[in-house]
């Protein structure tokens, strides 16, 4: 499957593009020599966004604690998007990956998929000796979920139309945290968020992180 970095990127330039390549694959579908192009039409996207909030298409927009205008303030930005889940963030220090996928090829179902891109983060978090989980309805991965000391350090939020999906997960790496305070994460009031630089209480090397987690997802993402 082809992978490309776009390295920094503004998250409204990111989600042209991903529709532009959704787009494109859908409407290779019908054609007779799809299969023999997919390998080109699919995409797993690794990218990195400035400060934003997104709120995805059935979240509660009373999970941003503060006014639009205050977003200057922080250089930071807010989108309402056509993705699953509630609100979240991106920022420098988080791996953001958007994969362009059609679930009719990987012969997987929605909600497999889904736990497939959790599983990819669990078994990256396994390189560097941390277990994590996944929660029985509340989608990402987790560490400590059923405590009180619960925290997330990966957050998922996808799209789905006609088997293709876009959108993906965020991977917390040595993401500013406090960007966090001034929104209830994924809806929740009652669980914290985490970083990988947090949890080892010490600086990663991105970049090893995202061929760890690219080895994984081609493992997972198979034909």
């Not at 997104?54 to 941003?64: A, K, Q, W």
């Not at 599983?119 to 979920?145: C, P, Q, S």
């Amino acid at each position: 499957m082809k992978f490309t970095d776009w390295g920094i990127i503004d998250y409204k330039e990111a989600w042209d593009k991903q529709n532009e390549i959704f787009t494109q694959l859908i409407r290779a579908k019908s054609t007779a020599d799809y299969l023999s192009k997919i390998d080109q039409l699919q995409q797993i996207i690794f990218c990195e966004h400035p400060h934003v909030y997104t709120l995805g298409r059935n979240g509660n927009v009373s999970n941003m604690l503060i006014q639009e205008d205050r977003l200057k303030s922080l250089n930071a930005t807010y989108y309402k998007t056509d993705r699953g889940g509630d609100i979240t963030y991106h920022g420098f220090g988080q791996i953001v990956v958007y994969p362009i996928v059609d679930l009719d090829a990987l012969h997987i179902s929605l909600r497999q998929y889904v736990c497939n891109l959790e599983e990819a983060v669990i078994r990256t978090l396994m390189h560097y000796n941390l277990k994590t989980e996944r929660a029985e309805g509340a989608t990402g991965v987790w560490f400590d979920y059923n405590t009180p000391s619960a925290r997330k350090i990966c957050a998922i939020g996808v799209r789905a139309s006609h088997y293709v999906t876009m959108h993906g997960l965020a991977f917390n790496i040595s993401t500013d945290l406090s960007y966090y305070n001034y929104i209830n994460p994924c809806g929740f009031i009652d669980k914290g968020v985490t970083s990988l630089e947090k949890e080892l209480g010490k600086s990663v090397n991105m970049e090893e992180v995202k061929v760890i987690l690219r080895s994984e997802l081609d493992k997972l993402l198979q034909f």
